[in-house]
């Protein structure tokens, strides 16, 4: 595995983990894996090492102000973050990529998929991309949220403190997962954590996702599409969020659902192998539609030239290791 930093701008870089293919002659499609709001690139590590070895290269991307990236006052709204990502890949050499995203960063993926559908082959969107911020249970949750992370400010938890937590409470989790969820946090001069992100650059993101609707992108998303959202154990929530996913489901032309029930969040922490399994299968499904629509010796000139154009994984320019 290896850090690259990837300039975005004069004054932002974002730090990409990446691990190349295995096994010799690997030719699978990259994949670009997208953490959520309060998380980082690490959580996708035990999935990327599934999917490296399958024969797919993979980048996974620190948002700015998480993670090992660059954390500007500023500049955390969606359309600001899809920016970084449009540069970030266009200096990776990643047009055609697979993209899959978890929670707010399934809302990221799926806006990038809408507004640049020549960057994305297939999307995967990971208990996110789907929800509605715009309502007052979501409204008072995310104000709760923002309240935990400004009290959070303060530090009142070591390191060992917070291990022995995640421990407790995410039984299966690895130890790779849960260092890697310490990682949201960094170390004050007392020795306690403090959130990487503040409580006004929560909000931030907060409303944005409030201001947008998944639904707006669904009628742009010509790709391959697989759901993978979490059954919550409350049931009315349960019912909102299956109700979501039938409006997605609904509205999107080339889509596929497989439901986890019983996991908590953080499925690829929590779901490592199955996450990655389902990742496969859409690299497969993209494929197969690829291999169906590739020119045969009746295709045209015309039909051959547009073909050629088509995106396709291509080198890494720009990019230098961190």
Do not use: C
């Not at 970030?88 to 697979?98: H, I, K, P």
């Not at 009142?156 to 997962?177: F, I, N, V």
């Not at 849960?178 to 929560?202: C, F, H, K, N, W």
């Amino acid at each position: 595995m290896k850090n690259l930093r990837i300039p975005v701008s004069q004054t932002v870089s974002l730090n990409v983990r990446h691990r190349p293919a295995g096994g010799p002659g690997a030719t699978g499609r990259p994949f670009l894996l997208l953490h959520g709001m309060l998380s980082n690139a690490r959580m996708w590590d035990e999935v990327a090492t599934r999917l490296a070895a399958a024969g797919h290269p993979v980048y996974a991307v620190d948002h700015r102000g998480h993670g090992e990236s660059d954390a500007p006052p500023d500049g955390y709204e969606n359309a600001a973050v899809v920016t970084d990502l449009v540069e970030a890949v266009t200096a990776l050499g990643l047009s055609g990529a697979l993209v899959a995203g978890h929670s707010w960063g399934a809302h990221l993926a799926l806006r990038l998929t809408a507004e640049h559908p020549d960057l994305v082959a297939g999307l995967a969107l990971i208990d996110g991309g789907w929800y509605e911020f715009d309502g007052p249970v979501m409204r008072a949750f995310w104000e709760r949220t923002a309240d935990v992370v400004r009290r959070a400010q303060q530090g009142t938890t070591s390191a060992a403190d917070m291990r022995a937590y995640l421990k407790a409470t995410h039984p299966e989790w690895s130890s790779t997962s849960i260092e890697a969820r310490l990682a949201d946090y960094r170390v004050g001069p007392d020795g306690l954590l403090i959130p990487r992100m503040t409580s006004e650059q929560v909000m931030s993101v907060v409303e944005s996702l409030q201001r947008e609707a998944p639904a707006d992108w669904y009628p742009r998303i010509t790709v391959p599409v697989r759901l993978l959202p979490l059954i919550p154990a409350i049931p009315q929530l349960s019912d909102q969020v299956r109700a979501w996913v039938a409006a997605a489901e609904a509205a999107l032309d080339r889509v596929s659902v497989r439901w986890y029930p019983g996991s908590d969040h953080d499925l690829h922490a929590g779901a490592p192998d199955e996450i990655a399994a389902d990742l496969l299968l859409l690299a497969r499904e993209v494929t197969a539609s690829a291999e169906a629509t590739a020119p045969t010796d009746m295709t045209t000139p015309s039909e051959m030239t547009a073909y050629a154009r088509e995106p396709r994984p291509g080198g890494k320019a720009g990019v230098r290791p961190a």
